[in-house]
């Protein structure tokens, strides 16, 4: 049941009932009937304890053997409740069916009276099957009223159907771009890898870490043939979407039922990607991700489990889908940190991509322009295929990378942008090009402070600072969505006229350039200004038609995006994702700044990146100016070898949370003292967390880092097994972590 239980329950099938693993049934749950899914059926006999009865098959379509498996794997590999990923899986079921149409169809039987208008219509609504009554009497050439008549003397009669959606085959006819020489052997490697010639049973088969493992083992043997994983790695340009684009042409050809699943970190993002799968295979593919809603949602749904759609786009979520025959699995930007789900049942979409292909029989690429450590260390040690795309396409040059140093040209007070960045921006706008300014900040200004007290506004039930955002004039917690109007006075000392905005958003910093190049046309992309995925089309069309001079930006834009004008990008603040400093502070500021500087020069005219820094020392900004990416990725891995951290070991976090202080101290302090002993196992905690309130629960958070040869989920398990949580407290188990507030 997609609900947070512990395990599945044994019904007995009534007489006369049929079902299978994956149908989907009605069952009492306590005193009510619950929808849930078979796992398997097996015989009666054996079976001395007295069973409820399932109520009824519910008419849907089955979960496939692979969504189920996948389904299974997924709640032990994040060490939570099976209901809790089977409810992800059926996430389509629950929104409404298409509300049938109403037609009118031929009864057999004949009228009262037949005259030629009635034989007409008659003949048409045979010929046609079931039609709309104003077409069918359009068709015939009648009045409404003929229609009417036939339906009162019982000849015609209303039928219900359901509008069937249109998922129309991919165009595989249609020729792909003419690939330059590392494209096309890039594309030639994938094109094995998924038609079957390369890679079948290969060392990626056998030596993945993700330990699959349980029932199905026969089909699992039977399709795990095809099952193999690519690391595309090219620089930002270099067309890796073009050579993916070759990949599912090769497996979509391959089998006539195969489908494909494209996974995109960004809702944004899916829009401009749809579009070039729309050019390649003269067909829009499936779409799946929080901005579809309603009946089309379910249409996606049953048309994946159907086997109709072909190709899905979406986000993470779209894994759960239940595909009937995936044969390829795309996860584009792979090292992308949205890919981690960090609420309710908490995953990483591209680790748990590999699995599924490992369970589907399917190839697995991982595109990035600078890939995770994880993956690259898979590549390094021959686990996944490593393609590599030499430069960027065509006449198009990587642009040129440049720090400024904010402690010789620091901004004037109150300003954000550094003398030589302005320089910079006159001279662009001067050609008539355009400028994105990244800063990774939503709203106008992130800390509000009482000059009076000193005090700086927080939410009330939550340990973060609220963020100031002029469009709506509200202050936002970013964590939990409260908000509030901004006050006349300081809710602490009463003060009027104390209350200050501290540092920039994205907001203040496009102030700024309207104050200074008041003729520019300027725009904000964050996720407060540019509302789903319609709107966030129109906005990137808008940038790439050149009808944005000054672009201010949140990482909302910075991925992915073609600007064929935009040659220059300049990030505001290059050290905002270096301070807080975890574990992959310097991984993702690199990969954050190489994308947005990435998107400057990508067609004919060349362009720069201007990073504006305190620290132009620090290893990520040296990498990033001499493009040095081997260098800082070395010096990477070898502290993270030497620390034993991922992805040379393994962490899990266990956060407790609680409204009640004492109770919460009480049942982290037993959990502490129960800690099981454990060879290359290592707890750290209790300790508060970074973030100790959350919507009044107190935090407290462990970790642990295990060696890899260590079953950690295992661990977990035992461990909080020995100690129950009172009432009031959660436990949230965290495998993998991303996240460390
Ligand atoms: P990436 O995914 O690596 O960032 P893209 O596939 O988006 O790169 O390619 C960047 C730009 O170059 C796109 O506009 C794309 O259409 C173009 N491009 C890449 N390869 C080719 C090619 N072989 N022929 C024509 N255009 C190409």
């Not at 009118?104 to 039609?131: C, F, N, Q, Y």
């Not at 960004?266 to 579009?275: D, F, G, R, S």
């Not at 749904?301 to 009937?324: C, H, K, N, Q, Y």
């Not at 954000?416 to 300014?437: H, R």
Request: hydrophobic share 45%; proline share 7%; aromatic share 6%.
């Amino acid at each position: 049941m997609p609900l947070p239980l512990e395990e599945a329950f044994d019904y007995a099938v009534p007489e006369g009932m049929e079902v299978a693993a994956g149908d989907h049934v009605c069952a009492p749950l306590g005193s009510r009937q619950a929808h849930g899914v078979v796992l398997s059926v097996s015989p009666r006999e054996g079976v001395n304890r007295p069973l409820k009865p399932l109520q009824a098959r519910l008419d849907e379509p089955s979960l496939p053997p692979g969504t189920l498996e996948f389904v299974g794997w997924a709640a032990k590999y994040s060490a939570d409740a099976p209901g809790c990923a089977l409810s992800i899986a059926l996430k389509g079921l629950r929104a409404p069916r298409p509300r049938p149409e109403r037609k009118v169809a031929v009864t057999g039987a004949e009228p009262g009276k037949l005259t030629d208008a009635r034989l007409r219509v008659l003949e048409v609504a045979r010929e046609k099957g079931p039609l709309g009554a104003a077409p069918l009497a359009r068709a015939a050439g009648v009045g409404a009223a003929v229609v009417k008549s036939l339906v009162e003397e019982g000849a015609l009669h209303w039928v219900a159907v359901e509008k069937p959606a249109s998922f129309p085959a991919p165009d595989l006819s249609r020729p792909g771009a003419v690939l330059n020489a590392s494209q096309a052997t890039a594309a030639e490697a994938l094109r094995a890898l998924v038609g079957g010639q390369d890679g079948r049973g290969g060392p990626t088969s056998s030596a993945l870490s993700l330990g699959i493992s349980g029932a199905g083992e026969d089909r699992r043997r039977a399709e795990s043939s095809g099952f193999a994983v690519a690391l595309l790695d090219g620089v930002t340009g270099s067309g890796k979407t073009e050579v993916y684009l070759e990949a599912v042409a090769a497996a979509l050809e391959a089998d006539p039922g195969a489908q494909v699943l494209v996974l995109l970190p960004e809702i944004a993002l899916t829009q401009a990607v749809l579009a070039r799968f729309k050019e390649r295979f003269g067909v829009q593919p499936a779409e799946w991700h929080s901005a579809v809603s309603g009946t089309k949602r379910r249409r996606v749904w049953e048309a994946v489990a159907t086997g109709r759609a072909r190709i899905v786009v979406g986000a993470r979520s779209a894994l759960f889908l239940p595909f009937l025959k995936l044969r390829l699995i795309v996860v584009d930007e792979e090292h992308d940190s949205s890919y981690k789900q960090e609420e309710g049942f908490i995953y990483h979409a591209r680790d748990f991509a590999v699995a599924r292909g490992k369970i589907e029989g399917a190839a697995v690429v991982l595109a990035s322009a600078t890939p995770s450590l994880e993956t690259l260390r898979n590549a390094e040690a021959g686990r996944y295929r490593w393609l590599k795309l030499g430069a960027r396409h065509g006449a198009a040059v990587m642009p040129e990378v440049s720090l400024i140093d904010l402690r010789e040209t620091p901004p004037e007070r109150g300003r954000w942008l550094s003398p030589p960045l302005v320089e910079s921006m006159v001279e662009t706008l001067g050609w008539g090009e355009q400028v994105l300014l990244f800063l990774n900040r939503r709203g106008y200004a992130p800390v509000v402070l009482c000059t009076a007290c000193g005090e700086k506004l927080t939410a009330p039930d939550t340990d973060s600072w609220l963020v100031e955002h002029r469009y709506t004039g509200r202050l936002v917690c970013h964590l939990t969505g409260f908000s509030m109007p901004k006050p006349e006075r300081c809710p602490h000392c009463g003060a009027t006229g104390g209350l200050t905005s501290i540092g920039p958003g994205v907001e203040r910093v496009e102030e700024e350039v309207r104050e200074r190049f008041p003729e520019a046309r300027t725009a904000i992309f964050s996720s407060d200004t540019v509302f789903g995925a319609e709107q966030a089309r129109a906005m990137v069309e808008r940038m790439a038609a050149g009808g944005i001079d000054v672009m201010v930006a949140t990482q909302a834009a910075a991925k992915g995006h073609n600007f064929p004008k935009l040659t220059l990008v300049g990030v505001v603040d290059a050290d905002l994702g270096l301070r807080g400093g975890d574990l992959r502070a310097g991984e993702r500021t690199f990969q954050l700044l190489a994308q947005a500087s990435g998107r400057a020069g990508r067609a004919e005219r060349p362009g720069r990146a201007l990073l504006q820094t305190w620290m132009p020392e620090h290893s990520v900004m040296q990498a990033l100016v001499t493009g040095d990416r081997e260098a800082f990725l070395n010096a990477e891995m070898f502290e993270r070898q030497a620390a034993g951290l991922p992805p040379f070991g393994r962490l899990a976090a266990l956060i407790a949370s609680g409204p009640d202080p004492e109770a919460l101290e009480r049942y982290v302090g037993a959990l502490a003292a129960a800690t099981p002993e454990a060879e290359g196992v290592e707890v750290y905690g209790p300790a508060d967390a970074p973030l100790g309130l959350v919507r009044g629960r107190r935090r407290k958070r462990f970790l642990v880092r295990a060696d890899r040869t260590v079953d950690l989920q295992g661990f977990v398990n035992a461990w909080r097994a020995r100690v129950k949580a009172p009432g009031s407290v959660r436990l949230t188990v965290d495998i993998d972590p991303y996240s460390f507030l």
